[in-house]
């Protein structure tokens, strides 16, 4: 009896360290699930945020954008100034 008593005993403890992971698993996947659902109330929540800011660098660039042109135009005439600066510094006998 020895034998089919340590085998059970031992099949016993088994069986019960399964139902200790079985249940470690189903703890697991519970919080697991509460992530989930945390993470994906964050998403919804910066994909708000977003659309939000992206709005808003969309009214400023528009507001902007006349501002930009001109400047850009500015900076265009002033190199274009500089070249015929250098041009003329570098070679002085040749000034129209």
């Known amino acids: 009896m020895g034998i089919i008593s340590n085998l059970w005993q031992g099949s016993k403890a088994h069986v019960q360290a399964f139902g200790m992971r ?20 964050a998403v919804q929540a910066f994909s708000k945020v977003s659309k939000q800011v992206e709005t808003e660098v969309n009214k400023v660039t528009f507001r ?17 100034n500089m070249t015929k600066i250098n041009t003329l510094l570098q070679n002085p006998m040749k000034r129209h």
């Open 64 to 80: 902007n954008q006349p501002h930009l042109e001109r400047i850009a135009e500015a900076k265009k005439r002033i190199d274009q």
């Open 22 to 41: 079985v249940k470690a698993l189903k703890v697991s996947f519970t919080n697991f699930q509460t992530a989930l659902s945390n993470l994906q109330a």
